[in-house]
């Protein structure tokens, strides 16, 4: 399957600073990236749809001045946890569509573990 | 998308074949049937998806029901690193708007030496 990489895997940062989590699709491009926030023991759950060159679109709830959200080009997004806290700290992963697929496949990254302290 | 419901665990001995079920019942006639599994601390992993047709790949293979209100993944030959949560997730596939995956709760899939 296609391959989809965030960076970094694991970061910490002090209450009050911004962190920036890039997704990368590596063999493909992807118009339609996906951001989640993960929870211990909880499921998936879909904070906002990156488009290519236009702005994002964010999900019931989630901030969008706190979650800057850039997709600049076919292979990259980012999210930008701004003036982060203690409960933003969560498991964050990226997602991108494969529009070569029947289907369009949605892959994956490997996450990234935030730790605000 | 279409609401799918799965048992919250299950167990398959070491080398035996898993079957997970799920239903989605209220799925429409555009609707893919995709699956997911996540290991502990990693990011999904897609496994397989299908449309009408039962499907087949290195992983495992995808009976859909003819009405396509329910729905089995099979692993033929579990292994301990099949261990995860799987998830059924429905969804419309096209070229245009944002088609996301919305996850459900999945199944704790335990494989037991």
């Known amino acids: 399957g296609a391959v989809v990489s965030q960076h970094p895997s694991w970061v910490i940062c002090k209450s009050g600073t911004s962190v920036k989590i890039e997704c990368r699709s590596l063999?493909?491009?992807?118009?339609?990236m996906f951001w989640y926030r993960q929870f211990p023991k909880q499921s998936l759950m879909l904070m906002a749809t990156?488009?290519?060159?236009?702005?994002?679109?964010?999900e019931q709830g989630v901030e969008k001045d706190k979650f800057l959200i850039n997709h600049a080009s076919l292979t990259l997004s980012t999210l930008t946890v701004t003036s982060a806290h203690p409960e933003d700290s969560s498991f964050y992963i990226c997602?991108?569509?494969?529009?070569?697929?029947?289907?369009?496949?949605?892959?994956f990254g490997e996450g990234s573990w935030l730790t605000v302290v | 998308d279409a609401k799918t419901t799965q048992p919250t665990s299950m167990d398959c001995a070491e080398g035996r074949a898993a079957n997970l079920p799920c239903n989605h019942s209220?799925?429409?006639?555009?609707?893919?049937v995709y699956w997911y599994r996540q290991i502990h601390s990693q990011g999904p992993q897609y496994i397989i998806h299908?449309?009408?047709n039962n499907e087949t790949n290195e992983m495992a293979s995808l009976i859909i029901t003819e009405d396509r209100k329910s729905s089995t993944l099979i692993l033929p030959h579990a292994t301990l690193r099949d261990t995860a949560v799987y998830y059924c997730?429905?969804?419309?596939?096209?070229?245009?708007?944002?088609?996301?995956?919305?996850f459900g709760t999945g199944t704790r899939l335990t494989i037991i030496p």
């Open positions: 997730i429905v969804r419309f596939s096209t070229n245009f708007g944002n088609e996301k995956l919305t």
């Open positions: 063999d493909f491009q992807a118009t339609t």
């Open positions: 997602s991108a569509r494969d529009r070569r697929t029947i289907g369009n496949t949605i892959y």
């Open positions: 209220t799925i429409s006639g555009n609707e893919y």
């Open positions: 990156s488009n290519e060159g236009s702005k994002a679109t964010y």
């Open positions: 299908g449309l009408k």
